[in-house]
């Protein structure tokens, strides 16, 4: 094949740390609070705008309440669950390395004694129907390491007795997240608004404030993970006091990402975005021949942390090893052509590609980089025919 010439405008495809929204520049963090504590009425009310943007770009209901906590998704989630799980049986549910996580810690660090799994390989969703919504249930809306999703809230009933612990961290601002379900959700900002890392948001439902006022967990409780003071909610949290000292160029960062959104459209124009560049990838792989979604049912692939795996004949015909190798192999290539970075597969997950898809990613750029990727393909076949002959 020839090579292609032109380049992608901006080569990042991770899926986390993602790319910043378009045209950013450090130029728009000019105001943010450079050494003022973040107690100070400029600092709360940076952190309070942080959190009012959020509740308008995602429409959250005035019932959920949204507070900016430590240690990004995985802080945000973890709090939750060791401070209100416990109070009964859990059903925790996994088809990917994240979910798997949020299992194993159920199970060997909160000890849950009535615990029930169910999971799925790469690539497939358990069968959600089989869940008992008056437990408590974990799971990851998006498996950003499979690039599957939860396609729908129907299995969540409305009067469950259980609450929804619900991972969210590459699926909102790219998906309607269905709130009524949702008593728990987490996310963190360096996924689809393209943030910086180190924190989470964690979003409660009326239901999940009750269970923090109402029941207290048999196990210690870290200081950096206490909601709670003499059993009441500690409201301060949810208007930007947070319980450690954020970074104020982060929440700086977060706040221009939002009035991004805003600016463009809002949630719609932000789902829009990142269907668009799905979109583009399955008109793709529908010609190209050698390579396939991870995720083979359409109605539960991702449009975020897309992921493939190669298909060709005599890739799948190589060994374990090999077909890794292959994998970053056509991984490097692209980095040293600074056409895409950071696309491989996680480390857990089916040898491949994953393809962030979020809607700070250009659709244009999407497609500049199918046609590398088709090239750079095409080179190492030719490479292996060669060595075969």
């Known amino acids: ?46 952190l309070k705008e942080a959190i009012d943007l959020t509740r308008e770009v995602l429409n959250i209901p005035s019932t959920h309440l949204i507070g900016i906590v430590p240690a990004s998704d995985t802080g945000a989630f973890e709090m939750a669950m060791w401070t209100m799980l416990g109070e009964r ?39 959600l129907n089989e869940v008992d919504i008056d437990r408590d249930v974990l799971f990851t809306w998006n498996g950003t390491t499979s690039g599957v999703k939860v396609n729908n809230a129907d299995w969540i009933k409305a009067d469950r007795k259980g609450l929804t612990f619900c991972d969210a961290t590459s699926a909102v601002f790219a998906m309607e997240m269905p709130w009524d ?28 404030v ?10 210690p409780l870290p200081k950096i993970f206490r909601l709670t003071s003499k059993d009441k909610l500690i409201a301060g949290i949810f208007e930007g006091e947070t319980i450690n000292t954020p970074s104020m160029l982060a929440v700086e960062d977060c706040i221009d990402g939002l009035k991004w959104a805003k600016s463009i459209g809002g949630l719609k124009a932000l789902i829009e975005r990142s269907n668009n560049n799905l979109t583009a990838l399955e008109k793709w792989v529908a010609k190209a021949g050698w390579i396939d979604f991870l995720a083979k049912d359409k109605n539960i692939r991702s449009n975020t942390s897309i992921c493939f795996e190669i298909v060709a004949p005599w890739y799948k015909a190589l060994g374990s090893e090999e077909q890794q190798n292959i994998a970053k192999e056509l991984v490097k290539i692209l980095e040293t052509e600074k056409v895409a970075y950071d696309i491989g597969s996680y480390r857990d997950a089916p040898a491949g590609i994953r393809i962030w898809g979020g809607a700070t990613v250009e659709t244009s750029d999407i497609e500049i980089l199918t046609e590398w990727l088709d090239w750079a393909f095409a080179e190492i076949e030719a490479k292996q025919k060669a060595k075969a002959a």
């Not at 986390?16 to 943010?32: C, I, S």
């Not at 996994?94 to 009535?114: H, R």
């Not at 009750?210 to 196990?219: G, I, N």
């Open 1 to 46: 094949m020839t090579k292609p010439n032109k380049k992608t405008n901006n080569p990042c495809f991770s899926s986390g740390p993602t790319a910043k929204r378009p045209d950013f520049t450090l130029e728009a963090l000019k105001d943010a609070a450079f050494g003022r504590s973040h107690r100070s009425k400029l600092g709360k009310s940076k």
């Open 89 to 127: 049986g859990v059903d925790a549910v996994s088809w990917e390395s994240f979910g798997e996580g949020w299992v194993n810690d159920a199970e060997k660090q909160l000890k849950i004694k009535d615990l029930r799994k169910f999971s799925a390989p790469y690539g497939e969703l358990p069968n």
């Open 181 to 208: 379900k949702l008593d728990v959700t987490t996310y963190s900002w360096q996924k689809v608004m393209g943030g910086e890392a180190a924190h989470g948001i964690l979003i409660l439902s009326t239901r999940a």
């Open 210 to 219: 009750a269970r923090l006022e109402s029941y207290k967990p048999s196990w």
